[in-house]
């Protein structure tokens, strides 16, 4: 999961808040990831701010669609085919 906009991976975008929640829910609507993250995520150069999150083949397979919430943050992303195994 990446930040839409690099300038919101900050403490004032949480208000302080040092943590944030990532739930990725399957194709037919199951909780198939739901894991705690630091806040402001990691930010590796030519790529924005994201999470590593790791996960097993069959979850790869099934993800759908991911969110990012936590205090002053609600952001969400989807994926149409497969995601690529790295």
Request: with cysteine.
């Amino acid at each position: 999961m990446s930040l839409p906009n690099e300038r919101l991976n900050n403490l004032e975008t949480s208000g302080g808040s040092r943590t944030v929640f990532l739930t990725c829910t399957a194709r037919d609507g199951r909780t198939i990831v739901s894991s705690r993250w630091p806040w402001p995520l990691i930010v590796e150069e030519g790529f924005p701010p994201h999470i590593h999150q790791p996960a097993i083949a069959k979850t790869l397979e099934d993800v759908q669609a991911c969110r990012l919430k936590g205090n002053g943050i609600d952001f969400s992303g989807s994926v149409r085919g497969r995601l690529p195994r790295a």
